[in-house]
């Protein structure tokens, strides 16, 4: 992850098992690929924006001179950060996650703090340490995020994708206070809760951390569609719904691409039903349900 690989890099990651007894080893092998240019071994987009801090080539900090491959890998193999780590599992370390019993597995909200506390460069806030605290939970490390504490991180970052897709799904939340946003999130992510497959569940490793991925690639998905008012996010989600009835699981065995996974318009009617499916659970907001009633526009 401290090199930004995903799709772009996946033909390294698959060619290498990116588990090193040694710093040594780790850069030995990133500048040997770098230099042939076998594979593309890391992508500084890899969250749209380019940032240098997941590049392996040498770069520059904000208060040093140019960082070497080494300095840029050295503070994950740093034996203070590795204790720590080993601290936080505790009797966990050196067992295999998928025997672990769901009380086993670390708090999400605890992994979160330690990953704060190491202070790792590309990890330190942002999505980075969100999809850190994704992965632990695919590895079967960690319980996953609930949808409040997902809810909490869309609102403390407004600026970027997640809370932008609400508002372009038409949630009016925008100048109005967490709650809101919590509400609006929830909805979101039952929705999706609701309407998935197993099947598809299962591929897409749902989770609210992916329902916020999602929410991500809104704005994106928006600006690549809208070129006229007839090819608008909107236009397109009604024009493929109007002459078709949206069924559950119908999508699994389909190859024609028409079929959706997910109902994409929705009525009153279904929104207050999900609406109305929703558990209290005490530790959310009084007046969460509430909201829920306003926060969707007509």
Same mark, same amino acid.
Request: hydrophobic letters at 35%; charged letters at 20%.
């Given at each position: 992850?401290?090199?930004?690989?995903?799709?772009?890099?996946?033909?390294?990651?698959?060619?290498?098992?990116?588990?090193?007894? %040694?710093?040594?080893?780790?850069?030995?092998?990133?500048?040997?690929?770098?230099?042939?240019?076998?594979?593309?071994?890391?992508?500084?987009?890899?969250?749209?924006? /380019?940032?240098?801090?997941?590049?392996?080539?040498?770069?520059?900090?904000?208060?040093?001179?140019?960082?070497? /491959?080494?300095?840029?890998?050295?503070a994950l193999f740093d034996k203070s950060v590795q204790? %720590?780590?080993? +601290?936080?599992?505790?009797?966990?370390?050196?067992?295999?996650?998928?025997?672990?019993?769901?009380?086993?597995?670390?708090? #999400?909200?605890?992994?979160?703090?330690?990953?704060?506390?190491?202070?790792? /460069?590309?990890?330190?806030?942002?999505?980075? +340490?969100? @999809?850190?605290?994704?992965?632990?939970?695919?590895?079967?490390?960690?319980?996953q995020p609930t949808t409040e504490a997902t809810a909490?991180?869309?609102?403390?970052?407004?600026?970027?994708?997640?809370? @932008?897709?609400?508002?372009?799904?038409?949630?009016?939340?925008?100048?109005?206070?967490?709650?809101?946003?919590?509400? #609006?999130?929830?909805?979101?992510?039952?929705?999706?809760? #609701?309407?998935? #497959?197993?099947?598809?569940?299962?591929?897409?490793?749902?989770?609210?951390?992916?329902?916020?991925?999602?929410?991500?690639?809104?704005?994106?998905?928006?600006?690549?569609?809208?070129?006229?008012?007839?090819?608008?996010?909107?236009?397109?989600?009604?024009?493929?719904?109007?002459?078709?009835?949206?069924?559950?699981? @119908?999508?699994?065995?389909?190859? %024609?691409?028409?079929?959706?996974?997910?109902?994409?318009?929705?009525?009153?009617? %279904?929104?207050?039903?999900?609406?109305?499916?929703?558990?209290?659970?005490?530790?959310?907001?009084?007046?969460?349900?509430?909201?829920?009633?306003?926060?969707? @526009?007509?």
């Amino acid at each position: 992850m401290s090199c930004g690989h995903g799709f772009i890099t996946r033909k390294f990651v698959e060619k290498h098992t990116l588990c090193f007894d %040694s710093l040594d080893a780790c850069v030995a092998l990133y500048e040997r690929v770098e230099h042939s240019q076998e594979y593309k071994c890391c992508n500084i987009r890899i969250w749209g924006t /380019p940032s240098p801090v997941f590049d392996i080539r040498p770069c520059t900090s904000h208060s040093k001179e140019p960082l070497t /491959p080494k300095e840029k890998f050295s503070a994950l193999f740093d034996k203070s950060v590795q204790s %720590s780590w080993l +601290a936080l599992l505790g009797n966990r370390a050196n067992t295999d996650p998928a025997h672990w019993s769901e009380e086993d597995r670390l708090e #999400a909200d605890d992994v979160r703090d330690w990953l704060s506390k190491q202070q790792l /460069p590309g990890f330190i806030h942002g999505l980075s +340490a969100l @999809q850190f605290l994704n992965n632990t939970v695919i590895f079967g490390l960690a319980k996953q995020p609930t949808t409040e504490a997902t809810a909490a991180f869309i609102d403390k970052h407004r600026g970027m994708g997640s809370f @932008q897709g609400l508002l372009l799904l038409g949630y009016n939340i925008d100048g109005r206070g967490s709650n809101w946003t919590n509400a #609006a999130f929830l909805h979101f992510y039952r929705h999706l809760d #609701a309407s998935l #497959a197993g099947e598809d569940k299962n591929v897409l490793q749902f989770s609210p951390i992916f329902a916020e991925h999602l929410l991500c690639k809104v704005k994106r998905y928006c600006t690549t569609f809208t070129k006229t008012d007839r090819t608008s996010f909107q236009a397109l989600a009604k024009e493929r719904t109007s002459n078709l009835k949206w069924v559950k699981g @119908q999508n699994v065995k389909d190859s %024609s691409g028409t079929v959706l996974p997910i109902p994409v318009v929705l009525d009153r009617e %279904s929104m207050d039903s999900i609406i109305s499916s929703f558990e209290v659970r005490i530790h959310l907001f009084p007046s969460l349900f509430q909201s829920l009633k306003w926060v969707i @526009q007509s």
